[in-house]
Structure formats: structure tokens, C-alpha cells
């Protein structure tokens, strides 16, 4: 603990000055970002040749007559029943050929109506788009041919404001429809279509954003921005009202939710930082909530007046709030999607202070609104700091299973390593375990058959005592070699050999062998079957066979090899192989007890036939197999039942 501690501090006194450095270095860019903002805002817009351009007007006004020039502000806030009429004159060369001339207004608030030589040939009115004070519609009329006249002709604008800002009118244009049109198209596309297609993209990424709050309801900040986007849109789509109908309530509370949507942002903002949700966080909200309300309780003018007074100055504390925010968290995750909202933050703040001082004419402006392209250029920074937050945790997701599936190969080539390990290991046991079980054999039979040979030789007694017992060992010999053969499970092949050397024992002692085959397949065919297996069941085999031709005086013995099926309640039927050996000889006695019981004590006549039953059952048990034991006048039947499958050891012997 006493050293944890210090290197903690260490840490975060080599942290510290990291992160000064950076927030420095954001906070020097954000002045870079606005003055390039002012530069590129100070751009021109596209306009038509100036020799086109008409901007000495008579201006009259709650009956009072001025000279003025355009671009003009006017002095009422509202004056849709009383407009003002801005009066001029252009000059029309006449001649041939006579293209056709078209009146452009650039810029315009609220509404406008165009008339030439008294005719009115545009009203704005008809166009509600055109009418937004958020937005710098132009408007374009071709003037009829027949409405002209060579020289002279007067042009009359009568301006409808309907508030809550000041009428503006914007100098206009007049002249061939070829020289002005390109200039109307340009704006159109750059304050018409240029905030379409950011509102669609905003439309799309609530769509997205509302998607992924359903699917991760523990992270609430995408679906505070997605009512944030989908107020936004509702903002951008419905128009102003200009008469009374069944939607201009619901028009004028979506026109007015701009501190709504402020306010979803910034909370938007703490969620997506980390912050925790103050206790009366909800009263962020407040402001929204009372301009909608004058919305809904109140008429058109009340609504303006609101959002005037309550909903500006609150769009602007909290987009300085916001600020404040992206800065803390530049300061604390020093990433690049911190610095990226910061950026577009500082061109909104921009874009909004600018429009706040032409509203206000506090500095000299043709009153050109950037505010709201600018937030779509905030919202298109947002979707794309979401983008790369998202690509960033497929790229981790990607490297972590890069790593899981290095990870896994690795111990999967762990295993392989200890698999083979112990395989060889078992491969070694199986191989000693069969060593074993061959030495012991050879002991039990071949060696046993040695030193009868070696006692009968001591004795001098070279009789056919000698010959039987060396016959024997062969005989033993060659069972153990044979057993060891390869016989892949088939156990047909290895009672095939027992078959010619059981012939071979039985000739001289003039015994016939009667092989009968109750079934086609023979036996079932055992992978597991061992040699250890094999020298059991032959050697059991030999036992049935030599205790016929010693005690039972048989004359013939019969081999049956038939495949019985055990049929079971809960499972597959299971074949298993049957051998029975019967004799036609005079049998022994068996005590009752053991005559169905494959584990009890035989009870022959002579020790010597007693001793061979016990190493049958032996055997047979060793092999998993069981034996059934008759005897009685007619012969003798011994039959062995093999396991459906061969034990891997001799365990089962007990």
C-alpha cells in the first residue's frame, strides 16, 4: 500500500500536464475556427450583374413617404394589413429579339408581393417555405411580355411582416431571365436545398439513433438525441401558419421548440460524457415548455413573441452550456469525438451570435440566417463522432476476437500437445499393460509347461510324459503368438486357428469336432477386442475341450457360434456373440447352486476338474462375458455369453 500510493500521485502528476497541453491547444484552436467561420461567412452569396440591380425606391409607410435604398428595414414589426410599398422604376430596352426579363429577390422579410406597371406577377404569400425568417428563400417572377413597355416601367413591393423581428428587404434585381436565373439557382441550391438535404440526414440518423436506444435501453443519450433529431426535423418540414387552420397550433409549437431541442442536446451531452443526471435536471426543459405552451394557448403573435423573448436567449445559454460541457470532456477523455463537437459547437455559437446581432441591427448585415444551416453542420459532426465511436468499438470487438481466436488456437494447440502427450502415455500403459498380461501368461501356461519338462528330465524319465508336456508348451506358445495377431476386432479370425489346433488335440484320441455356425455373420465384430481378450476366451476354449477328452469319455464335441439380441426397454437392441461347446460324454455332478451361476463354486468329482470350472469363470469374468455350466448323463454344455462390449482391463474379474 505505502508504494501503490506514490506511484498513483506519479501518474497522475505526469497525466496532468498532458492534459493541460491539449485543452490549450483546443482552446487556441476554437478562435482559429471562428475567424475562418467570419471569413468564409463574409463571402458573398451569388448575385446577378450589378447593372441589374434597382435599389432607389419611394418608400411609403403608416402614411409617410421617404426616399430609401435598398437593402431597408423597416420600422413596424407587424403591418400585414397596412404593408409597407416600396415604389421604384427600371428601364426596359425593348427592341428585338426580346428575351424574357424576371424580377429576383434575393432576400426578404416575411413576405412579399411584386407587382409591374400595376400588375402583380408574385406574391410569397402562396409559397410558405419562401416565408421563414430563419431562412434566406429567394424568389424569382418572370415579368410577361405583354406587361412591358420600351423605356420606363414601374415596379411596386408591398412588404408583409408579421413578426416577432423587423421587415427587411433585401436590394433586388431586374433584368433577362438568362442572367439572373443562375444566380436564383445557386441560392436555391446553398439555402433551399443544402438544408433539405441536412434535414434528411437528420430524419435518417433519429431513425438510426431511436433504433439503437430500443436495442440498448441502458444507454438513454441516443434516445435523448433521437427526440432531439426528430423535433429537428418537425422544425424543418412544417411551415409557418399564416392563416387559421387545424394544424397552425401544432405548427407554431413545432416552430417554437427550438429550446426543446436545445435542451434535449444538452442533455444529450452530459449522458453521452458520463455526467450524472442532476437532481433538477428537468428544468432545463422549462424554457421549451413555455414557449410551446404560448403556442398552444395563444395565437401566432404570442408564439413569436415568446420565442423571442424566452426561446432565443435560452437556445444561446445553453449552447454555451454545451460548450462548457465538450470542454470538460476534452479536458477529462482527451479524444478525438470531444474535439470534433467542440469544433462544430464553435461554428454554431458563431453562426448564432452573427444572426442575433442582424436581428437586432446591432452591426450592418443584409440579414442572411447561418444559425440553422450551422446546427445541421453540428448534427452531421455528431453523426459523425457516433460513426467513429461505433467504428471504433467494431475495431475493438474485431481485435478482441483477434485475440480470442489467437488465444484459443494457442490453447487449442496446448491441447493437441497434451492430447498427444497423453496419448503416448496411454499408448505407453497400454503397451506395459500387455507386456504384463503376456509375461504373466506366458508364465501361467509356457512356463508351467517348462519346468514339468525340466522335472521330468531330472528324473531320467524320457517317456512320452516329456513329449506331452513339450507338445503342451507348443501348443501354449503358439496360442500366445497367435492371439497377438492383428485380427481388427473380428474374433472369427481367431477361433478359425482354435478351430485347426482343437482338430489337431482331438484326432488322436479319435473325437470328432462338429463346427456348426447358426448364423451367416458368425460373431459381431468388436474394435475394442484385445490380444489379453483373445488368449482369455481361446484359453477358456481349451479348458471346455480338455476337460471333455480327460474326464467326460466323449466321442464327439460340438462348437455353435451364433449372434443373439438382447432386447432392452430404454435403448438400441444390443447383439452380442454366443459360443456353446456340448459333449456326448457321461458328465459330473454339479452342486444345484452352481449350475445357472456363473460366480459360484463347482463341485466336480475330482479336484482337478474343480480347479479348471474356477479358472473358466475366471477368465470369463475377466473378459466381461458370462458362462453357464450343464452336466448330466448325456454330455456336458458349456456356453459363453461375450459382452456387448470388451472391458478396456481385467478389473472385472473382482
Known amino acids: 500500500m505505502t508504494e501503490a500510493a506514490p506511484s498513483t500521485v506519479s501518474s497522475g502528476r505526469?497525466?496532468?500536464?498532458?492534459?493541460?497541453?491539449?485543452?490549450?491547444?483546443?482552446?487556441?484552436?476554437?478562435?482559429?475556427?471562428?475567424?475562418?467561420?467570419?471569413?468564409?461567412?463574409?463571402?458573398?452569396?451569388?448575385?446577378?450583374?450589378?447593372?441589374?440591380?434597382?435599389?432607389?425606391?419611394?418608400?411609403?409607410?403608416?402614411?409617410?413617404?421617404?426616399?430609401?435604398?435598398?437593402?431597408?428595414?423597416?420600422?413596424?414589426?407587424?403591418?400585414?394589413?397596412?404593408?409597407?410599398?416600396?415604389?421604384?422604376?427600371?428601364?426596359?430596352?425593348?427592341?428585338?429579339?426580346?428575351?424574357?426579363?424576371?424580377?429576383?429577390?434575393?432576400?426578404?422579410?416575411?413576405?412579399?408581393?411584386?407587382?409591374?406597371?400595376?400588375?402583380?406577377?408574385?406574391?410569397?404569400?402562396?409559397?410558405?417555405?419562401?416565408?421563414?425568417?430563419?431562412?434566406?428563400?429567394?424568389?424569382?417572377?418572370?415579368?410577361?411580355?405583354?406587361?412591358?413597355?420600351?423605356?420606363?416601367?414601374?415596379?411596386?413591393?408591398?412588404?408583409?411582416?408579421?413578426?416577432?423581428?423587423?421587415?427587411?428587404?433585401?436590394?433586388?434585381?431586374?433584368?433577362?431571365?438568362a442572367e439572373l436565373r443562375p444566380s436564383y439557382d445557386m441560392r436555391m441550391l446553398l439555402f433551399v436545398t443544402l438544408p433539405v438535404v441536412f434535414s434528411a440526414w437528420q430524419a435518417i440518423l433519429a431513425v438510426i439513433l431511436g433504433i439503437m436506444w430500443v436495442m440498448r435501453r441502458h444507454e438513454p443519450a441516443y434516445g435523448v438525441l433521437a427526440a432531439a433529431m426528430a423535433i429537428g426535423v418537425g422544425q424543418a418540414f412544417f411551415q409557418t401558419p399564416l392563416e387559421a387552420s387545424a394544424f397552425s397550433r401544432l405548427n407554431a409549437i413545432l416552430i417554437s421548440a427550438a429550446p426543446l431541442e436545445s435542451a434535449l442536446v444538452l442533455a444529450f451531452a452530459l449522458l453521452f460524457f458520463g455526467w450524472k443526471w442532476p437532481r433538477y435536471g428537468w428544468l432545463i426543459f422549462a424554457p421549451g415548455l413555455v414557449v410551446a405552451a404560448a403556442g398552444l394557448v395563444g395565437d401566432a403573435t404570442l408564439s413569436r413573441d415568446a420565442f423571442m423573448l424566452v426561446g432565443a436567449p435560452t437556445v444561446g445559454l445553453y449552447l454555451i452550456a454545451l460548450a462548457l460541457v465538450i470542454g470538460h470532456a476534452v479536458w477529462q477523455r482527451q479524444d478525438a469525438v470531444s474535439v470534433m463537437l467542440g469544433c462544430a459547437l464553435t461554428i454554431v455559437l458563431t453562426c448564432w451570435v452573427l444572426d442575433l446581432l442582424s436581428v437586432t441591427q446591432l452591426v450592418p448585415s443584409r440579414r442572411i440566417m447561418f444559425a440553422r444551416l450551422s446546427y445541421s453542420a453540428m448534427l452531421v459532426a455528431i453523426g459523425a463522432a457516433l460513426t467513429w465511436r461505433f467504428a471504433r468499438a467494431l475495431n475493438q470487438v474485431d481485435g478482441f476476437a483477434a485475440s480470442m481466436v489467437a488465444q484459443v488456437r494457442e490453447a487449442e494447440d496446448k491441447?493437441?500437445?497434451?492430447?498427444?502427450?497423453?496419448?503416448?502415455?496411454?499408448?505407453?500403459?497400454?503397451?506395459?499393460?500387455?507386456?504384463?498380461?503376456?509375461?504373466?501368461?506366458?508364465?501361467?501356461?509356457?512356463?508351467?509347461?517348462?519346468?514339468?519338462?525340466?522335472?521330468?528330465?531330472?528324473?531320467?524319465?524320457?517317456?512320452?510324459?516329456?513329449?506331452?508336456?513339450?507338445?503342451?508348451?507348443?501348443?501354449?506358445?503358439?496360442?500366445?503368438?497367435?492371439?497377438?495377431?492383428?485380427?481388427?476386432?473380428?474374433?472369427?479370425?481367431?477361433?478359425?486357428?482354435?478351430?485347426?489346433?482343437?482338430?489337431?488335440?482331438?484326432?488322436?484320441?479319435?473325437?470328432?469336432?462338429?463346427?456348426?455356425?447358426?448364423?451367416?455373420?458368425?460373431?459381431?465384430?468388436?474394435?475394442?477386442?484385445?490380444?489379453?481378450?483373445?488368449?482369455?476366451?481361446?484359453?477358456?476354449?481349451?479348458?471346455?475341450?480338455?476337460?471333455?477328452?480327460?474326464?467326460?469319455?466323449?466321442?464327439?464335441?460340438?462348437?455353435?457360434?451364433?449372434?443373439?439380441?438382447?432386447?432392452?426397454?430404454?435403448?438400441?437392441?444390443?447383439?452380442?456373440?454366443?459360443?456353446?461347446?456340448?459333449?456326448?460324454?457321461?458328465?459330473?455332478?454339479?452342486?444345484?447352486?452352481?449350475?445357472?451361476?456363473?460366480?459360484?463354486?463347482?463341485?466336480?468329482?475330482?479336484?482337478?476338474?474343480?480347479?479348471?470350472?474356477r479358472n473358466m469363470r475366471s477368465r470369463a469374468a475377466r473378459c466381461g462375458a458370462e458362462l453357464e455350466l450343464t452336466s448330466d448323463a448325456g454330455g456336458t454344455r458349456v456356453r459363453l455369453t461375450l459382452p456387448h462390449r470388451f472391458p478396456d482391463s481385467d478389473a472385472a474379474a473382482g
Not at 39 to 61: A, C, G, M
Not at 497 to 504: G, L
Not at 526 to 536: A, G, S, Y
Request: proline content about 8%; charged content about 25%.
Open 14 to 177: 505526469r497525466r496532468w500536464p498532458k492534459r493541460a497541453t491539449l485543452l490549450v491547444q483546443y482552446l487556441l484552436l476554437q478562435p482559429l475556427i471562428i475567424v475562418l467561420c467570419l471569413l468564409v461567412l463574409r463571402i458573398p452569396p451569388p448575385e446577378p450583374p450589378s447593372r441589374y440591380l434597382v435599389t432607389d425606391f419611394n418608400l411609403r409607410e403608416s402614411g409617410a413617404e421617404q426616399v430609401v435604398t435598398l437593402p431597408h428595414f423597416t420600422a413596424s414589426r407587424h403591418t400585414m394589413n397596412d404593408p409597407p410599398r416600396y415604389s421604384g422604376r427600371f428601364t426596359w430596352p425593348g427592341g428585338e429579339p426580346r428575351p424574357a426579363w424576371s424580377v429576383m429577390l434575393p432576400r426578404f422579410t416575411n413576405g412579399v408581393e411584386v407587382a409591374i406597371n400595376g400588375v402583380v406577377i408574385l406574391d410569397s404569400r402562396r409559397n410558405p417555405a419562401a416565408n421563414r425568417p430563419d431562412r434566406n428563400t429567394p424568389e424569382i417572377a418572370v415579368i410577361p411580355a405583354s406587361l412591358l413597355r420600351e423605356g420606363t416601367n414601374d415596379l411596386s413591393i408591398r412588404l408583409f411582416v408579421w413578426g416577432p423581428i423587423r421587415g427587411f428587404l433585401d436590394r433586388l434585381y431586374v433584368g433577362p431571365d
Open 415 to 613: 491441447l493437441k500437445a497434451s492430447f498427444v502427450r497423453e496419448e503416448e502415455r496411454a499408448r505407453a500403459a497400454a503397451l506395459a499393460r500387455e507386456r504384463t498380461r503376456l509375461m504373466r501368461d506366458l508364465h501361467d501356461g509356457l512356463g508351467g509347461q517348462l519346468v514339468s519338462i525340466v522335472a521330468l528330465s531330472e528324473r531320467g524319465n524320457a517317456g512320452a510324459g516329456i513329449g506331452d508336456a513339450a507338445r503342451a508348451a507348443l501348443k501354449d506358445l503358439r496360442l500366445v503368438i497367435d492371439s497377438m495377431d492383428d485380427i481388427g476386432g473380428d474374433l472369427m479370425l481367431a477361433l478359425g486357428s482354435w478351430r485347426e489346433r482343437a482338430t489337431a488335440q482331438l484326432r488322436p484320441h479319435d473325437i470328432a469336432l462338429v463346427w456348426r455356425a447358426v448364423d451367416p455373420q458368425g460373431l459381431p465384430v468388436h474394435p475394442e477386442l484385445r490380444p489379453w481378450h483373445v488368449i482369455q476366451i481361446v484359453r477358456l476354449l481349451d479348458e471346455a475341450v480338455t476337460n471333455a477328452v480327460k474326464h467326460a469319455e466323449a466321442r464327439r464335441i460340438t462348437v455353435s457360434i451364433e449372434t443373439t439380441i438382447d432386447v432392452q426397454a430404454d435403448s438400441q437392441p444390443l447383439a452380442r456373440g454366443r459360443i456353446t461347446i456340448e459333449d456326448d460324454g457321461k458328465g459330473f455332478e454339479l452342486d444345484p447352486a452352481d449350475r445357472w451361476d456363473p460366480g459360484g463354486e463347482a463341485a466336480a468329482a475330482a479336484q482337478h476338474a474343480a480347479r479348471g470350472l
